[in-house]
């Protein structure tokens, strides 16, 4: 049971941020008491992010007063936020790739003695708190060597390292599997249990109720709503947030009829020496993938479509074998690959959002190699309204839309691609529960028109929700696969442990 | 000869002694020039091996020391050294000689108050490019007579053959009686002498006469009196072939050559002689010729 | 701070102000450059000077219009100064004596001679994942021997007379030289915001990873941005020796870095995805006037070079301000 | 693919090779050149020679390890050749004609200027957010021109004896110049891996954003790592004066990319993050080996340069191989 004060920690009145063409913040109140975790729930672009950057001194508020501890708080950069004792886990990650993971985790204050680092110390400190995130990679791993799970994890044991008042958490969970946050929600309690007040901003409604106290719903950057979450239901919290109600989390699941196989992937091997995967789709199937994190699920995704040459295997695609070498070959035969790292992987921040829609599929928009900007812009606006980008339009720029509309500005992308087959890994990361209806129903539609999609996703409800059938990864090699009747998360979950209960728990 | 042959000769071991012959940029067509002679010179002696080489610019002090190293390591019986810098190549120079390996001076005289320092004495074989370069000038003084305004065109500063071709200039000027209205660094280049004197020329409309201290430059300089269908005359330095057709059609008046070919070979006797144990000093002064319409041939 | 108390003011007139100077680029410099020289250069403002600038940016606009390509794509080109070089001898030898029949010949080899070396370049930076500063300061090193190997040193001259006098040729006033110029830049400008491929060029700069991954050869799009860049040295060595009427195998020592300074000034990140072809013209503008004007003003050598680095740096800076203030604007309004 | 042939070995052996091969970077290549030179170029395995060899690599070392920092974080310093020059000539006037009292003011006074210019080229970049490399281009032009303005072009001489002859002495056989060099080196690869500030360059250079969220400084950390290389040059400079004596305003041209050179070839990426001081020795070592062994083998220049230019390339060529092959037996094993 967390031990709420009525002193609040927090306190935040009137905060308003402008950004060119948007008001992301607008006249925002909100209070947080210590050993309480605060939700802070709202639609992609609310101005959620926003209020944390201006929190932890990244972004200078326009109006409005902070209070913290008593103390008035106007951090004029992150190191004054941390030194209030204002621990931030950011949206994006932010980490070093090629230093090793104990060195990203003490970054804020590297274990020292007489200026030189103390690698003995640091290495045990890593140790544990991998050990309390649930993480099990050695320290001296560089970290470009994760899967982004894995990262997400290093970022919450970073935040967790250094001892704070106050717990800022941006989506932490979005690609993490249900063990993870479990193991997650145990840390924030113990926190919480010590009077560490969190904030805690989560698309994922069901996480809200279990781990939230009070939440405080933003929309268009003003604040409609702050009480307990337990006087509210999931259908009220929906309405408030979308301005409209969801007669369902899910669309429904029609019998499509299951056509011929789209694709046919035989004993690949992503190394040399793991485990052969073998899996097929068929035009009309959304066949989904679950597994727990650096279960391999990317690994296979990312060899498939050619990003990483396999070490062996064959693949089929309609029936015929073809030799896939670089991404260009699978677009060529009708395959597309959303990403699961959206920033590294998928968007080019710099360009406008129309030309990162259009990258895919630039022969629609362009004859004799001549681009035309109108044909793209149009496509983009078209885009934009199926997928509800919030933007000032097509031609602001990726790097200034929020966590979740990038996301959306990815998957456009391969919408506009429009191939047979569609790999989307982890296509919903960040994405507002309205938005997520709308995609689920979009994947689906695709679905029914006869193409094939694969989904792989940490998120098991959503894949319970729409897939025909579940294929579940444990330790690199395809544990089983459940069908829609016996659909059952137990049954998944058992399935992905299986690898590693076997023969123990490794890295 | 298109390539630098002069080293191929130093590969296999013979019981000749070596000369090393150590110049600045070989890039550069003055010290082709001067390399060639000394490949011809000794084929024709026939008992010398010669090792010659060169830096990648004039100003890679560092890089010649390195080159002079080579030889003392080489263990040759001379060097013949066309220095980048008079002054910091002395201690190398004096390096050589304290290992009992004759050193000649040739193109550019080492500073003689640096030499005492070291307390090396090294001869020097080569021309006067100070008088040189006021031969040439005078060319030009005559050409255009008293009170004419002319400009110079320098080297790289801080060059001594730039320095003492500019001198040389500047005694042509005061005693031709000439008006100096400017001088300006162009680097030895020919785009960069093209534009500074372009620019000389806008400055100064009423420009007479150019001295060029050297025929790259002229090029550039040539160029701009072309292209303004101005009448200036230039007196330049060097006399490489790209000249030729300028001063037959009279917009140089002259050049300067100081026989680069003949340089070197002289340096090659001079090492010889030194080698069989002949005490050779002070300054044995080359020949110099100013080249001019009727001598270009 | 002043700035904000502007950004106070009326936001119509805000907006307005911020596009201006988001646009203006390192244009805002070059004005206040010119202004200064008009003031204080004796002759800077006469026809025949503003042709003499025209003349003497000719050849870094054209090297650093090839570069642009180049460091859009996240590379570099150090080997242009040398380069031309080695395509202006072999391209000099093969027109030498030679009458207005050899040039078509000569400009080809030129060109290919460049593309070819830009070929290099690119393909062993993208197949061995080797940084292009590497191995374009290696081209450096080869080309700058195999010019000297080539003629031994000399000087090349009597060039075709219809060549050199196409360099001193003029087209209502304005040098054909430049006119040439002025023409790449426009092509260049064309292709890269205007095809698919310069938007490829650009993404590739930005996010190579995201752009392979969406079916794209970025390999080979980098590759062909070292090849322009090459050729566009193989038409400089052309324009040099039609200017000059002479090619050294010593000509164009320092070059690469004026081309890009230009590029940079102009406004690109050498870590690529930023950057255009009219910044590049500026930034060519910029060094060009600032050496003419010195030169005009008859300001010594060694003070000349301390002035020349210093507005380099107040340039960039000014265009740092320039571009915050108008983001600041913008939010304002 | 052969590699992968390789890879299915045995995975004890694969680890170690890979091992090796992940620690040895450049040094593979430079053995190689090492061995044949030692085979085909005269005098090249001499002691005199090794010595030499010491000596003639002690500049670009001392600058090369002042290099790594700034490259470290992400910068690069264009004005190394001219800031030596210039660190050079004034303290040379110093000490001219003085005894071997003059030399530390002399030598203080250098590494002041050194890490003054290194100052002001880190605090322009940072403040204004301006690229490095235009910032450090403009000093270029600044420090030269400085020089030659404070000495009117001429050349200093007649330097302490106590200088020079430090110059020309050894320990133990290592000439006194190198021992220094080794020393620095010593220091600065300590700094880098052992201390907290070393940790943060690594960081800032990798991900400058992370960085300052957790609270650190960066802009101090990356005008630090620009002052450090400042002073390195005025080390060198005193280093160079011991080894000529004399002092040129004209000295140094082009050694800042002989100093770049060396660091990328030791395995630094130009965007930062990633590099070591190991790595920057070796690569020193590699450039002045080639022209050493070049030089006695008695290739001509022309060739010379050729030659020079093509081994860089394959040296990092090779480098990327292993490298590669390396990850390959290590995710094998
Ligand atoms: N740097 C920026 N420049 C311009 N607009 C911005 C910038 N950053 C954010 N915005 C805008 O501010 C609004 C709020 O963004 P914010 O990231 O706070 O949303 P969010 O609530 O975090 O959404 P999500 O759930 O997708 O993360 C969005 O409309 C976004 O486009
Ligand atoms: N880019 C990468 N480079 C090297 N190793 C990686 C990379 N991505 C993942 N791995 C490793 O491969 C294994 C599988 O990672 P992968 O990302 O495929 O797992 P996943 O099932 O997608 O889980 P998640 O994506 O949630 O981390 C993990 O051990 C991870 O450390
Ligand atoms: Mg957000
Ligand atoms: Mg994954």
New binding site residues.
Partial sequence: MPTTTDTALLDIAGLTKR??G?T?LDEVDLSVKAGEIHILI?E????????VKCLAGIERPDGGTMTFGGEPHRPAAAADALRAGIQVVH?ELALLPALSVAENLFLQRLPRRLGLVDRGAMRRRARQLLEQVGLEVSPDTPVERLGIAQMQLVEIAKALSGDCRLLVMD?PTATLTPRETATLFTQLRRLTAEGVAVIYIS?HLEEIFEIGDRLTV?RN?RGVHTGPVAELTPAELVRMMVGRDLDAEYPPVADRPVGDHLLRVTDLKVTPDAPPVSLSVRSGEVVGVAGLVGSGRTETMRAIFGADRPAAGTVEVRGRPVRITHPRDAVRHGISFLTEDRKAQGLVLDLPIAANMSLAAIDQVSRLGLLSHGAETAAARDLSERLHV??TGPHQKV???????QQKVVLARWLAADTDLLIVDEPTR?I?VGARYEIHQLLLSLADSGKGVLVVSSDLPELLGICDRILVFSKGRIAGEIARPDFDAERVLNLAYSGYLKNGISA | GQESTGTTVAAEPTGKPTVCLVMKSLANEYFQQMQQGAVDHVAKLGNVTLDSSGTQNETDVDGQVALVEKCITKQAQAIVLAPADSKALVQSAAKAAKAGIKVVNIDVKLDDAALQQAGADVPFVGPDNRDGAKQSGMELAKALGKGAKVVILEGNPGADNALQRKNGFDDAVAEGGLELLDSKTAHWETDEAHTVFGNMLTAHPDIKGVLVSNDAMALGVIKVIEERKADIKVASFDNIPAVKPYLQSGVMVSTLDQFGSKQAADGIDYAMKMINGEQVTGWQKTPITVITKDNVG | MSSISVARGNPRTNRVVSQVLGEAGIGVALVALGVFFLAFAPHFGTAQNIRDIMTQITLNTILAVGMTFIILVGGIDLSVGSLIALCAVVAGTAMEGGGAGSIPGAILLSLLIGAAAGFINGFVTERWRVPSFIVTLGMLYVARGAAQQYTGAATIYSLPESLTSFGTATLAGVPAVFAVALLMAAVAWFVLSRTVFGRLVYATGNNEEAVRLSGHRTGVIKVICFMIGGACVGVAAIVYMARLGVASPILGQGYELNAIAAVVIGGASLSGGRGSVIGTLLGACLLGVLTNGLLLMGVSDFQRTIVTGAVIIVAVVLDAYRKRLSTRLSVAS
Avoid: I, P
């Avoid at chain 1, 672009?45 to 926003?50: D, H, L, M, R, Y």
């Fill in positions: 950004y060119a948007v992301a709202g992609n672009g609310a101005g959620k992010s926003t209020l949206q989506e698309h933003l950057g919030r933007a790097r200034a839309l929020s966590g979740g509309n960040g507002d």
